[in-house]
């Protein structure tokens, strides 16, 4: 940023950029994929239930019947809402699997009508209720069948009409609004850091910018600790953890370190701060608690401490009841 002659304040800033570029790259992506599979929807290739009976005779392809007469209910598996029917079209009789809401619609439908869904395998149990059910149909013992005429009949496989197979459309059409969903999360984040960022420049004024650019321009006085994104000049405290925010150490009335804990161990921590104005900062988050972290997290702690002798030190109950009176008085 302009404010600051700054790389690492710079970086923080630019680094807020990129959460917003790439979270609009992200939705980018998902919108076209879920637009380009919604456009292709119609394009899906569907062949008709004698064909893949003929050529195939594979699982999970996507095809069709032109039915022309009404469906004849055969059986029906007790888990299972969906009953099993005999159909038929101008070529040949297959199987196919269906609700009562569709075969009702098939029912009182002009023919020819087209039924889709997606081809499934018949198993023992099946052919042998179908072999059963056909025959009974059949007055004639010549037009009976055996269990070993059932392929060259109905084709080893049976047409589902509540489902259909998971083609590459759909793939994309889910990946899609998966990233669009995404994409948005990012961008909204991306946005909510950007107008904070900019919010927490605008409280500074002309003096306090030209202050703390010379502090920064210190060296001496002035230290930047990496890890917690938290640069400390001779009168400020700068949380540049996806944010800045910029707290005189005489505005600070309470500071306690906060960890988290899991299963006993602890797996992160940060300093908490209130201010004068009663709210609450959260800086120093390290989720890796190492030596090294441990070190700069006291060193952060004291060096505050020390700007600062009249702060409150420590989550007590004591400093608690303090707190409430002092932003109580502020107020």
Same mark, same amino acid.
């Given at each position: 940023?302009?404010?600051f002659e700054n790389k690492t304040i710079e970086k923080t800033y630019q680094k807020i950029q990129m959460v917003l570029y790439v979270g609009l790259f992200i939705l980018f992506i998902g919108v076209i994929l879920f637009g380009?599979?919604?456009?292709?929807?119609?394009?899906?290739?569907?062949?008709?239930?004698? +064909?893949?009976?003929?050529?195939?005779?594979? +699982?999970?392809?996507?095809?069709?019947?032109?039915?022309?007469?009404?469906?004849?209910?055969?059986?029906?598996?007790?888990? /299972?809402?969906?009953?099993?029917?005999?159909?038929?079209?101008?070529?040949?009789?297959?199987?196919?699997?269906?609700?009562?809401?569709?075969?009702?619609?098939?029912?009182?439908?002009?023919?020819?009508?087209?039924?889709?869904?997606?081809?499934?395998?018949?198993?023992?149990?099946?052919?042998?209720?179908?072999? +059963?059910?056909?025959?009974?149909?059949?007055?004639?013992?010549?037009?009976?069948?055996?269990?070993?005429?059932?392929?060259?009949?109905?084709?080893?496989?049976?047409?589902?009409?509540?489902?259909?197979?998971?083609?590459?459309?759909?793939?994309?059409?889910?990946?899609?609004?998966?990233?669009?969903?995404?994409?948005?999360?990012?961008?909204?984040?991306?946005?909510?850091?950007?107008?904070?960022?900019?919010?927490?420049?605008?409280?500074?004024?002309?003096?306090?910018?030209?202050?703390?650019?010379?502090?920064?321009?210190d060296e001496k006085k002035s230290f930047y600790y990496e890890k917690a994104q938290v640069y400390l000049t001779e009168n400020y405290i700068l949380n540049l953890a996806h944010v800045f925010e910029a707290i005189p150490y005489?505005?600070?009335?309470?500071?306690?370190?906060?960890?988290?804990?899991?299963?006993?161990?602890?797996?992160?921590?940060?300093?908490?701060?209130?201010?004068? /104005?009663?709210?609450?900062?959260?800086?120093?988050?390290?989720?890796?608690?190492?030596?090294?972290?441990?070190?700069?997290?006291?060193?952060?702690?004291?060096?505050?401490?020390?700007?600062?002798?009249?702060?409150?030190?420590?989550?007590?109950?004591?400093?608690?009841?303090?707190?409430?009176?002092?932003?109580?008085?502020?107020?």
């Amino acid at each position: 940023m302009k404010e600051f002659e700054n790389k690492t304040i710079e970086k923080t800033y630019q680094k807020i950029q990129m959460v917003l570029y790439v979270g609009l790259f992200i939705l980018f992506i998902g919108v076209i994929l879920f637009g380009y599979s919604i456009y292709k929807a119609d394009s899906v290739t569907k062949t008709p239930m004698y +064909e893949l009976i003929a050529n195939n005779q594979e +699982e999970n392809l996507y095809g069709y019947i032109d039915i022309d007469s009404e469906p004849y209910e055969f059986a029906y598996y007790e888990d /299972d809402p969906n009953h099993v029917y005999f159909v038929t079209d101008e070529n040949r009789i297959y199987i196919a699997q269906m609700s009562s809401e569709t075969y009702e619609k098939i029912k009182n439908a002009t023919y020819p009508i087209r039924v889709e869904g997606s081809t499934v395998f018949a198993d023992d149990s099946l052919k042998e209720v179908a072999i +059963e059910s056909y025959n009974e149909i059949m007055e004639e013992e010549e037009y009976m069948l055996s269990l070993e005429d059932f392929d060259s009949v109905f084709g080893s496989i049976y047409l589902n009409l509540e489902t259909t197979p998971l083609t590459t459309n759909d793939i994309m059409l889910v990946v899609g609004f998966m990233l669009g969903i995404i994409g948005l999360i990012v961008v909204i984040v991306g946005v909510f850091q950007k107008v904070r960022y900019k919010k927490q420049l605008k409280k500074l004024s002309l003096e306090e910018k030209i202050k703390i650019q010379k502090e920064l321009q210190d060296e001496k006085k002035s230290f930047y600790y990496e890890k917690a994104q938290v640069y400390l000049t001779e009168n400020y405290i700068l949380n540049l953890a996806h944010v800045f925010e910029a707290i005189p150490y005489k505005d600070v009335l309470w500071i306690y370190p906060y960890e988290l804990r899991y299963y006993g161990f602890k797996t992160a921590q940060s300093i908490y701060l209130i201010t004068k /104005d009663g709210k609450k900062h959260i800086i120093a988050s390290m989720s890796v608690v190492t030596k090294s972290s441990k070190e700069a997290m006291e060193e952060i702690y004291q060096t505050i401490l020390k700007k600062n002798p009249k702060i409150l030190n420590g989550f007590t109950k004591e400093n608690r009841q303090k707190i409430k009176e002092l932003t109580k008085k502020a107020s």
